[in-house]
């Protein structure tokens, strides 16, 4: 479970951003209602307001899949294939 959908490492032409497991740990069997089947995994490199560091305001896209899940009264994400979705 994770505390932001970023994209994998291989995605990033720039410093990457690593992406680490929140403390909490979902358990087998356990069910959560997904509030975002299919959010965008990207990244918006800014360092500066004036774009003056080199790469500075650049976009990373990644390709890995995440689902935001409702955990408590908080979002958070996990790896579409570290789970399985059920029927509607």
Known sequence: MYGRAYPEES?????YQTVTPL???TKAG???AVAD???????????SYADRIPDDHTVVNGGDRYYQIWFGHRFAYVR????RLLGD
């Open 30 to 32: 356990q069910s959560y």
């Open 37 to 47: 089947a299919d959010p965008q995994t990207n990244y918006y490199y800014a360092k």
């Open 23 to 25: 403390q909490h740990m």
């Open 11 to 15: 995605a990033y032409e720039i410093p």
């Open 80 to 83: 579409a294939g570290d789970v």
